[in-house]
């Protein structure tokens, strides 16, 4: 049996064309998830098997142009051209052609082999707009096809297509190309005879389509152009200056500006061959969306309310399947209690491996739920939304509303929102946005906030973590004020974002995104937070070996003795009464008696001398010592407390809060500690990649000290000014 051929397939196109959608279609699970070699710009992957060929698909990051600008522009353009895929997907908005056909006219001069994909064609439709395909591959020379990404419309003939093309034979050379004024195509083609003559066989790019890009004053190509032409590079760079300057002469215009001019030029008539307009136009959905959404009035409480909304949903409809789970988790402790003989090992795995982590994994359907409303954000066309109504507040801190995305991101993990943080021009703007978004309340922040808020405000729980999340945004806001008048000064960005159209989330694409975040957390659960609860459990556990207060044995048997002798002599409803008190009393001198066991553990000697520090804030020694546990994964500050009341947990759902109330927190205490938890210091994640990103020892001990700076004073002012106010 013959191996299967494997055909690469890049997929190309303008951000908001659809493009992941398509992919996400096109390989549904079977995508492989990491970042571009060297940079951390995440590259998305699937190999399927269609029609006889193994597929290699390559989502290529979103990009308006081959002539780059950010990272994620060049990552997609050096993949085009240094790796050579066999076919190129250029994904093309049908409802917004003149745009997307810029990259795709550029694609085109590449010589490679290029496939059309029209997507959202219902859009287009919808419009009024009618696109001959026929007509477009005849201009342009390559293949078309119609797609309706969210529908999964058309994806079987797009695959038969790219394959077709792939096995077809060489591309035409320089066959249905921009054409420009002929000052331009004769400085072109002097560029291409140098190039033919001294370094034809040195450099593999068309040369045409290198030509222009020199003449445009691409800086990247110039520098690769010098290294592989070496010795003549420099030469023909200083012929390409000489043209550059007779055709700014010429024009009063630089050369990429004139030809950027004429290839929308080129553009346009084709437009005007392929495309006709119904004189009865529909009416634009997505404006007359936008006129309520993005409304100066009413626009910006509407965004609340959907925030407020998201938190409400991820509270009280996750409450279901998390009582599921929890009793799954208390039957599973139950079960390895009643099996297992008492040793070490037991009390590992039952109070330390279930008892932390089965504390943890409860909150996945929380998680899930979160991350399903971040992606239905996006998915929609409302996360830009939200970027240009938070506009106004955000020059308050002298940014610019496209700061706001990797903040909203930070809802769900800071480490991709400060990543996402590079695609800011100004290198201010940039580390400004990386030192406030940690004040974005992170999903791994959310259990600690359902344990204490459900435990202490009950119904109000909701609203209580909603406004946890709407202080994050205000202390990011006032911190980055005060940056920029002290440390990061600048003037205010101008800020041009587009607002892609509404569209109608897919279900199959909403869940991709949720699960691809989500299995970060069920990572976590293998690693961090496993390693951590056995870390806190053994610190909580040793020494075994401890001399108490008071004689506990004698206390317990002086109870059965006492009891004994009265249970003999009542009659059997008595004897019902005194057993339950009998087991009370018992079950009281077990609980001091864990209790001081704890507090003389190593977890208990660290906690007493963090003590002092968290006294002010009405955070006991558990509390502190939780919040220290924290600083690994925030999720590990409720493993943390499960492993520290594991005693009191039974196959009771409500054990945990009935333990928390019981060791003296009060709903003020529990407050004051969801804030600093909110506020104070990143988890490693966040810390490494801070210093990744601002690549400063500096910047990233200036976030971590300031933000726990923060989070005390808050937590301070929270207890004090609360008990002040009688609460």
């Not at 890009?213 to 590079?233: S, T, Y």
């Not at 599973?332 to 009390?347: A, H």
């Not at 020892?697 to 700076?709: A, E, G, L, P, R």
Request: glycine share 6%; proline share 4%.
């Amino acid at each position: 049996m013959t191996d299967k051929k494997t055909i690469t397939i890049a997929l190309a196109g303008n951000p908001n064309s659809g493009k992941t959608t398509i992919f996400n279609n096109i390989t549904g699970s079977r995508q492989k998830i990491g970042n571009w070699p060297g940079v951390t710009v995440e590259k998305k992957e699937g190999l399927i098997t269609r029609f006889g060929y193994d597929l290699k698909i390559v989502d290529l990051p979103g990009t308006y142009s081959l002539t780059p600008f950010s990272i994620e522009e060049i990552v997609a353009r050096n993949f085009v051209l240094e790796e050579s895929p066999d076919v190129v997907i250029d994904i093309i908005d049908s409802s917004n052609l003149e745009r997307s056909l810029y990259l795709a006219t550029q694609l085109r001069e590449i010589d490679g082999k290029v496939l059309f994909v029209l997507n959202m064609a219902d859009v287009a439709r919808s419009h009024g707009t009618k696109i001959d395909a026929e007509k477009l591959s005849s201009l342009l020379d390559v293949p078309v096809v119609f797609t309706v990404g969210n529908k999964n419309e058309g994806m079987d003939d797009l695959l038969k297509e790219a394959i077709k093309l792939a096995e077809s034979g060489p591309v035409k050379k320089e066959k249905r190309n921009v054409k420009y004024s002929k000052d331009i195509e004769n400085a072109i083609v002097r560029i291409e005879k140098l190039i033919a003559e001294k370094v034809k066989d040195k450099i593999k790019y068309n040369p045409r389509w290198t030509a222009i890009k020199l003449l445009e004053d691409d800086k990247i190509l110039k520098e690769r152009f010098a290294l592989i032409a070496k010795n003549v590079g420099p030469d023909i760079i200083d012929e390409v200056q000489l043209l550059r300057k007779n055709l700014l002469n010429l024009y009063d215009e630089d050369p990429e500006i004139v030809m950027t001019d004429e290839r929308y030029g080129f553009i346009t008539g084709i437009i005007k061959e392929i495309q006709t307009t119904s004189p009865k136009l529909r009416v634009d959905i997505s404006r007359n969306i936008d006129l309520v959404l993005t409304n100066r009035f009413i626009g910006f409480p509407i965004f609340i309310f959907f925030i407020w909304a998201m938190f409400q949903l991820t509270f009280t409809v996750g409450a279901y399947p998390m009582d599921l789970i929890d009793k799954g988790v208390s039957l599973l402790s139950l079960g390895f209690e009643r099996l297992l003989p008492e040793s070490i090992f037991k009390d590992l795995l039952v109070n330390g491996i279930i008892a932390g982590v089965g504390s943890v994994i409860v909150f996945l359907p929380n998680i899930l739920i979160l991350f399903f409303c971040i992606a239905l954000f996006e998915d929609t066309g409302y996360m830009a939304r939200a970027a240009f109504l938070m506009d106004k507040i955000m020059h308050l801190i002298g940014l610019h509303g496209k700061s706001f995305i990797p903040m909203l991101m930070g809802f769900g993990c800071n480490v991709p929102a400060i990543m996402a943080a590079r695609t800011l021009e100004s290198e201010k703007d940039r580390i400004l946005t990386i030192l406030i978004t940690p004040f974005m309340s992170c999903s791994a922040k959310l259990p600690v906030y359902i344990v204490l808020a459900g435990t202490f405000f009950a119904a109000k729980a909701g609203n209580v973590i909603f406004s946890l999340y709407l202080l994050g945004i205000i202390l990011s806001i006032i911190s980055g004020r005060l940056f920029r008048l002290t440390l990061l000064k600048g003037a205010d960005a101008p800020f041009v974002m587009e607002l892609p159209p509404y569209r109608m989330p897919m279900l199959k694409s909403l869940t991709i995104h949720m699960w691809d975040r989500s299995k970060m957390f069920l990572k976590k659960m293998g690693k961090v937070i496993l390693i951590g609860s056995i870390v806190v459990w053994f610190l909580s556990s040793f020494p075994r070996n401890i001399t108490y207060s008071k004689d506990y044995t004698l206390m317990l048997n002086n109870i059965n003795e006492s009891f004994k002798e009265k249970i003999v002599s009542a009659d059997e409803n008595d004897k019902y009464l005194l057993n339950e008190q009998k087991l009370a009393a018992i079950a009281d001198i077990e609980k001091k008696m864990s209790l001081e066991k704890t507090e003389q553990s190593f977890m208990g000697i660290i906690g007493k001398g963090l003590s002092p520090a968290f006294k002010p804030l009405g955070i006991d020694w558990r509390g502190s010592v939780s919040l220290l546990t924290g600083v690994f994964a925030k999720e590990i500050v409720v493993s943390t407390l499960g492993v520290l009341y594991s005693t009191e947990i039974s196959d009771d759902k409500t054990a945990l809060a009935n333990a928390l109330r019981s060791s003296g927190m009060t709903p003020l205490s529990a407050l004051s500690m969801m804030v600093f938890v909110l506020l104070y210091l990143p988890c490693l994640a966040t810390i490494t990649t801070i210093k990744k990103e601002t690549a400063s020892f500096k910047w990233t001990f200036f976030s971590i000290t300031y933000s726990t700076v923060v989070a005390w004073m808050m937590s301070f002012i929270v207890y004090q000014g609360g008990k002040l106010l009688g609460f």
